[in-house]
T-cell receptor, first 114, second 112 residues
Framework: DTAVSQTPKYLVTQMGNDKSIKCEQN?????MYWYKQDSKKFLKIMFS???????INETVPNRFSPKSPDKAHLNLHINSLELGDSAVYFC?????????????FGPGTRLTVL | DQQVKQNSPSLSVQEGRISILNCDYT??????FLWYKKYPAEGPTFLIS?????DKNEDGRFTVFLNKSAKHLSLHIVPSQPGDSAVYFC???????????FGTGTRLKVLA
């Protein structure tokens, strides 16, 4: 059973396109996250939702918009893709509304913008 | 400004010996620290954590040490096994926020 799943695993697209990455967790967790791992391997938080409410919104371009239809899903929509958006995007979830918990990560989505 | 740093990008260790991975942080508000392990083409998986009220936490072959005055933590793996070969990330968080800050990772290679 996959705990945190992401689709697609690979995404290759042209500059200027709009794309979405989906994330689902079946762990019953309250909090979900999106991270970006760039070419320098920095794993940086982008967004976090707790019970469908946005609690972290880092300084990412507003071309990136997270959407949480329910607490098991956190999707990432990216408009007008740019070359610099190429990275691996990880979704994660954690059990409770507390920072004293580990996060469970999805397998990542490798986005390549040509 | 990188608040969590792992200054060694890679480390090679013989099987059966101790692996020591280091992590430094700058933000004194961090009060919970975690280590994750990552295999290629997979997401990071949680390994071990420590609260700032402790200086040591042990789980089987894995021990994390925290030196708050030096703002330094380390992960010890004893004995190291070839299956431990992976990238190890340390992370830190200030309780009351959900903002986990990750280091850049150390690639550990355990030689058989």
């Amino acid at each position: 059973d996959t705990a945190v799943s992401q689709t697609p695993k690979y995404l290759v697209t042209q500059m200027g396109n709009d794309k979405s990455i989906k994330c689902e967790q079946n762990l019953g967790h309250d909090t979900m996250y999106w991270y970006k791992q760039d070419s320098k391997k920095f794993l940086k938080i982008m967004f976090s939702y707790n019970n469908k409410e946005l609690i972290i919104n880092e300084t990412v371009p507003n071309r990136f918009s997270p959407k949480s239809p329910d607490k098991a899903h956190l999707n990432l929509h990216i408009n007008s893709l740019e070359l610099g958006d190429s990275a691996v995007y990880f979704c994660a979830s954690s059990p409770r509304s507390s920072s004293y918990n580990e996060q469970f990560f999805g397998p990542g989505t490798r986005l390549t913008v040509l | 400004d990188q608040q969590v740093k792992q200054n060694s990008p890679s480390l090679s260790v013989q099987e059966g010996r101790i692996s020591i991975l280091n992590c430094d942080y700058t933000n004194s508000m961090f009060d919970y620290f975690l280590w994750y392990k990552k295999y290629p083409a997979e997401g990071p998986t949680f390994l071990i954590s420590i609260s700032s009220i402790k200086d040591k936490n042990e789980d089987g072959r894995f021990t994390v040490f925290l030196n708050k005055s030096a703002k330094h933590l380390s992960l010890h793996i004893v004995p190291s096994q070839p299956g431990d070969s992976a990238v190890y990330f340390c992370a830190a968080v200030n309780s009351g926020t959900y903002k986990y800050i990750f280091g850049t990772g150390t690639r550990l290679k355990v030689l058989a």
